[in-house]
């Protein structure tokens, strides 16, 4: 069964660098999402993408986040200048269109910002 | 603005039947998931519920919608030890694509 991908599985970088994540959304879906996971709480949604621009975006997704779908296969998040808060399990999801309503999740990418 | 709701944890014996609840508050809800998580892994979606349904049944899951009461349950019948894992329920609201997510439960499964 074709599987979201992300890639690293763990990250972990000093506070005030810059990280990139990536996914691998199921070929010819349309609709690409981050979420993340702070530990001990609930999966929040930060951002939805398609048709090449953000659809929508949580209060979360400040400037300090941006998402970049660079190729036709990869879906990155890029996050500036991270912070002690901003450790998580980010998890990037994909959507096959409008009508088909299954969600898929990759494993995520566990960030520790040290 | 939305809230999900799910009690954290649910201890059964193997073969028994589960039934993990979530409760969530936005009327407007049009499509309600359950996902499970198992350590280490991501989110796999189990099934979904359109909210104009009140019943869905796959396999060993059963998906009962309570519109009115603003409730959603998970039945997993003959549960295995393969079941233990985490269950998370979340709703889509609207004309939006966000899910929001409870907190999960904890399903343990006993021998």
């Known amino acids: 069964e074709p599987e979201v991908t992300q890639t690293p599985s763990h990250q972990v970088t000093q506070m005030g660098q810059e990280v990139i994540l990536r996914c691998v959304p199921i070929?010819?879906?349309?609709?690409f999402y981050w979420y993340r996971q702070i530990l001990g709480q609930k999966v929040e949604f930060l951002v939805s993408?398609?048709?090449?621009?953000?659809?929508?975006k949580s209060e979360i997704f400040d400037d300090q986040f941006s998402v970049e779908r660079p190729d036709g296969s990869n879906f990155t998040l890029k996050i500036r200048s991270t912070k002690l808060e901003d450790s998580a399990m980010y998890f990037c999801?994909?959507?096959?269109?409008?009508?088909?309503?299954?969600?898929?999740f990759g494993s995520g990418t566990q960030l520790s910002v040290l | 603005g939305e809230d999900v709701e799910q009690s954290l944890f649910l201890s059964v014996r193997e073969g028994d039947s589960s039934v993990i609840n979530c409760t969530y508050t936005?009327?407007?809800?049009?499509?309600l998931y359950w996902y499970k998580q198992e350590p280490g892994a991501g989110l796999q979606l189990l099934t979904y519920?359109?909210?104009?349904?009140d019943m869905k049944q796959d396999q060993r899951l059963t998906v009962l919608l309570n519109k009115k009461d603003k409730h959603l349950s998970l039945r997993i019948a003959d549960t295995q030890t393969g079941d233990s894992a985490i269950y998370f329920c979340?709703?889509?609201?609207?004309?939006?694509?966000?899910?929001?997510f409870g907190t999960g439960t904890q399903l343990k499964v006993e021998l």
């Open positions: 936005d009327s407007s809800s049009t499509y």
């Open positions: 999801a994909s959507k096959p269109g409008t009508g088909n309503e299954k969600l898929f």
């Open positions: 979340a709703e889509r609201t609207g004309g939006g694509n966000k899910l929001t």
């Open positions: 993408f398609y048709n090449n621009e953000i659809s929508e």
């Open positions: 070929s010819n879906h349309l609709y």
């Open positions: 519920i359109f909210s104009n349904m």
